[in-house]
């Protein structure tokens, strides 16, 4: 497992501030024997390892398959409907939509292979991640991925605690199946936009696991 590199400055920040705190509460609030010095330090490591794991990105062995649409993301799936999109494409398309909490990896990764065709940055409103409007009316960064059997608009929505998408696909940009593509930090969704032909491979409820779990199939 390693640290994905959009953590570092954060972990660093938050080592600091447990460490200033800790050695306030040692040095000057309470003595090193009292209880409630213990308490906050305890209180402060357990903040600090999860902020560590937040950014984790475990070692797995990626789905590969050409036939296979793969989750982009950690999380569970909260959606899947018909919908008519509200951008790119003007035929109504498959949503599937996979929300994540703070406990899952938030790395996102490319569910298909191929070229990068569109990437659109849309300011909004930070609701709830679940919140019906979310998927058009908060922050969020739409990429479509195309190849030969056909194209996915992938919308990274950030929610009421996710305030930063990152986003590091550019347009005529070929990717593998899997390869990462972005980041939302402290949870949030992913929705994808399948062609309403696609296999749905997935039910709501389901938990799934990001590069490895398959979602649909052409």
């Known amino acids: 497992m390693t640290i994905h ?5 954060t972990i660093a920040l938050t080592a600091l501030l447990v ?3 800790n050695i306030a509460s040692f040095s000057y609030l309470f003595p090193i024997s009292c209880i409630a010095a213990w308490v906050v330090f305890i209180i402060t490591l357990g903040l600090f390892l999860f902020i560590v794991s937040f950014f984790r990105m475990p070692s797995r062995n990626w789905t ?5 649409i793969v989750s982009p993301a950690d999380g569970k799936v909260v959606v899947i409907e018909e919908v008519q999109p509200d951008e790119y494409y003007t035929e109504k398309r498959i949503q599937v939509s996979v929300f994540m909490s703070p406990a899952n990896v938030h790395v996102n990764r490319t569910p298909i292979a191929g070229n ?3 990437n659109q940055y849309h300011p909004g409103k930070f ?5 019906p409007k979310s998927s058009t009316d908060n922050e969020r960064w739409s990429v479509v991925i195309e190849n030969e059997k056909g194209s996915i608009l992938l919308k990274q929505i950030a929610g009421a605690l996710a305030r930063r998408i990152c986003n590091y696909a550019a347009v005529g940009t070929k990717y593998d199946q ?4 972005g ?15 696609a296999k749905i491979n997935c039910k709501i409820g389901d938990v799934v696991k990001g590069g490895i779990t398959v979602l649909a199939k052409w």
């Open 116 to 118: 990068i065709i569109y």
């Open 19 to 21: 460490g200033a705190l």
């Open 178 to 181: 899997t390869a990462e593509y």
């Open 5 to 9: 590199k959009e953590g570092t400055a």
């Open 127 to 131: 609701l709830v991640a679940w919140h």
């Open 64 to 68: 590969n398959d050409a036939n296979a």
């Open 183 to 197: 980041f939302i930090k402290f949870g949030s969704r992913v929705d994808l936009l399948f062609p309403i032909d």
